[in-house]
């Protein structure tokens, strides 16, 4: 063998290591150019927000617990899912929100304390938005103005969920009640 096959013989693998590499990294790449990621804000954040933006979104609330095994599914399998991250991050002002969180919450001149009861105690202000019904997840729609449209308990997949999302999302609750619009197979 001359000493010039034996080059290219010793490049070969390198470059299939190269190609190998960049393929790689594309795949890797076009996965975070498709992942989504949700922006979630305080509820003060999001209240300052509404109050001061130009053009107002509305708000959305995902009330959880660090226990609830439902809220974990949630986050992992509907609001990572990148469409409905990016409706929801568009058309909204995504809020987490701890149903036992300890810190007081400020709402339309009212302040909202935590209350210890029970094995693990509630939040007021999470309380007030389920209607006193504490179950988790609940996620919870509030117009431009903050007032409410509508709480939903329990998990949703992505495809309900982002169904649910569009109703308020896009004001179509105003012109339709929710069963002739979930009836038309909704898009």
């Known amino acids: 063998m001359t000493k010039k096959s034996k080059y290219i013989?010793?490049?070969i693998p390198f470059k299939g290591f190269i190609k190998f590499s960049s393929t790689l990294f594309l795949v890797f790449l076009s996965f975070s150019m498709n992942a989504q990621e949700v922006k979630w804000l305080s509820w003060d954040e999001a209240a300052k927000l509404s109050?001061?933006?130009k053009n107002p979104k509305k708000i959305f609330i995902d009330v959880y617990t660090d226990w609830c095994g439902w809220c974990k599914k949630m986050d992992k399998d509907t609001f990572q899912n990148p469409e409905v991250a990016a409706y929801m991050q568009e058309n909204f002002y995504m809020v987490k929100l701890d149903g036992e969180g300890k810190e007081p919450i400020e709402f339309k001149g009212k302040t909202f304390k935590?209350?210890?009861s029970g094995r693990n105690g509630y939040h007021e202000f999470a309380a007030a938005l389920m209607q006193g019904k504490l179950s988790y997840p609940t996620?919870?729609?509030l117009d431009e103005n903050m007032n409410m449209l509508s709480p939903v308990p329990g998990y949703q997949k992505p495809e309900p969920f982002?169904?649910?999302a569009k109703y308020f999302g896009e004001n179509i609750y105003k012109?339709?009640?929710w069963k002739a619009y979930s009836e038309q197979g909704s898009k």
Do not use: G, R
């Open 9 to 11: 013989k010793m490049n």
């Open 114 to 116: 935590f209350v210890p």
């Open 175 to 177: 012109e339709k009640d």
């Open 139 to 141: 996620t919870i729609f």
């Open 51 to 53: 109050q001061t933006d």
């Open 162 to 164: 982002l169904n649910i």
